[in-house]
């Protein structure tokens, strides 16, 4: 696909990898929608940051795990830009959840933007993309939809449901629009990691080191232009998942 002229509709595209992400696509032309719940000063500040690109950008506020509130959005951003060729599904809500818990409000949480609002927005994308004949669908999801996490039961959970959602779509979908998964290893530490803690994540990896957000939105543009890969799932993650190897055998 020849990204030039095209919309992206970026979700949770405000902060971290999203802003990454929308950014790498206004650096290729691209008009972009900033999809945010809560961060209205950043996702007006990344798309300044898309403008001064050469682009148009529009900031929408919408919690993709409310169906009402992502046809709003699809809408909004179809009523300014006339369609959407590229759909990311990069929101995510990051927390602890313990199994047996007794309160299930942070299941419902964080399951419900992975894998509800992840449906809600390739649903009312879909029809869009199959009616101008191309699209491309990006879902980040990231190293817990291949093993389980200790204490993250509904981040697991969510995105290896996000994973087999991205292989589904991509067959009920073929051969119009095409759907990949990106997967990042340690990119950006969460906010509670100390010294010790990145220093120990990034000596886990192959490379030795953390990775970047925009490692993972090259990822993304790399998806978004290919035009016979769909259904796949690459991993930006510097052999994290190969790291447990590196220790002399035996």
Known sequence: MDLKGKTALVTGGAVRVGKAVTLA??????????????????????????RDLGVDALAVQADVGNHEDVKHMVAQAVDQFGG???LVNSASLWLATP????????????TNILINGSFYCANEVAPLMLAAGEGAMINIIDLAAFEPWKN???H??????????????????APTVRVNAVAPGPVLPPPDYDE?????????????RWGTAEDVA?????????????????RVDGGEH???RKPEFG
């Not at 696509?25 to 898309?50: H, I, L, Q």
């Not at 199994?99 to 964080?110: G, I, N, R, T």
């Open 25 to 50: 696509f206004a650096r290729e032309g691209c008009n972009v929608v900033v999809n945010y719940r809560s961060s209205t000063d950043a996702a007006e500040k990344t798309c300044r940051e898309a």
């Open 84 to 86: 959407i060729e590229i």
């Open 99 to 110: 199994f047996p818990m007794e309160d299930l409000s942070d299941w419902h949480k964080v």
């Open 152 to 154: 993250f039961i509904a």
């Open 156 to 173: 697991s959970v969510g995105k290896t449901a996000l994973l087999a959602l991205s292989r589904q779509l991509a067959l009920e979908l």
């Open 196 to 208: 010790k803690k990145v220093a120990r994540t990034a000596k886990r990896t192959l490379m030795n």
């Open 218 to 234: 090259e990822a993304v543009i790399y998806f978004a232009r290919a035009d016979y890969v769909t259904g796949e799932v690459l």
């Open 242 to 244: 190969f790291g447990h």
